[in-house]
């Protein structure tokens, strides 16, 4: 069964920084493209960004290039996002996804607040 | 940046009758390749994450009952769910992946 888990998420200052995490199972990590997609409360859903399978290609929205950071590492099947210089519109809940033909897979979304 | 935009934001259906959903992209998203269109409907209930209803605009995912249907090409795309059922309220997005950023549609609220 393939799963993923996120982790990492909560209550964090404007201005501050939080890493999420996303462990994978169930199927060939280090094979498929991997993603990040938010939503803020109450409302729709962002792609943030998403890294290729060896990590050598890495895309991001506008809203959070030179902020955002999404890397991975294969050998502990973990995708990551680092988030620095965090905003109040930050605020959402962070969906890791496995992209294949679609996002075919999603964990349950990790909750990051940023609020003073 | 492609913008997808969706119609209507919300609609209301009958039991046992039609919705349909359309979902515009404000360039192509074919991929001349293979001649597909990189487009795919997600439905989301309330506290889930997303679940994968169709790809490649019309290809439905594994187990997802054959209500669904998506049609269309090039930036003109339709989600049609016939025989509506109880369990189809939620809201509908679209998504292209043809482009970085892989933007989505505003999502349409689906109710009986």
């Known amino acids: 069964e393939v799963q993923l888990v996120e982790s990492g998420g909560g209550l964090v200052q404007p201005g501050g920084s939080l890493r999420l995490s996303c462990v994978g199972s169930?199927?060939?990590?280090?094979?498929?493209?991997l993603s990040w997609v938010r939503q803020a409360p109450g409302k729709g859903l962002e792609w943030v960004a998403n890294?290729?399978?060896?990590?050598?290609?890495?895309y991001y929205v506008d809203s959070v290039k030179g902020r955002f950071t999404i890397s991975r590492d294969n050998a502990k099947n973990s995708l990551y996002l680092q988030m620095n210089s965090l905003r109040a519109e930050d605020t959402a809940i962070y969906y890791c996804?496995?992209?294949?033909?679609?996002?075919?897979?999603w964990g349950q979304g990790s909750l990051v607040t940023v609020s003073s | 940046d492609i913008v997808m935009t969706q119609s209507p934001d919300s609609l209301a259906v009958s039991l046992g009758e039609r919705a349909t959903i359309n979902c515009k992209s404000s360039?192509?998203?074919?991929?001349?390749?293979?001649?597909?269109?990189?487009l795919a409907w997600y439905q989301q209930k309330p506290g889930q994450p997303p679940k994968l209803l169709i790809y490649?605009?019309?290809t439905r995912e594994s187990g997802v009952p054959d209500r669904f249907s998506g049609s269309g090409s090039g930036t003109d795309f339709t989600l049609t769910i016939s025989n509506l059922q109880a369990e189809d309220v939620a809201v509908y997005y679209c998504?292209?992946?043809?482009?970085?950023?892989?933007?989505f549609g505003q999502g349409t609220k689906l109710e009986i």
């Open positions: 996804a496995r992209d294949h033909h679609g996002s075919d897979y």
């Open positions: 890294i290729n399978q060896d990590g050598s290609g890495k």
């Open positions: 490649w605009a019309y």
């Open positions: 998504q292209q992946q043809h482009r970085v950023p892989n933007t």
């Open positions: 360039q192509s998203i074919l991929y001349s390749s293979e001649n597909k269109n990189e």
């Open positions: 169930g199927f060939s990590f280090n094979q498929d493209w």
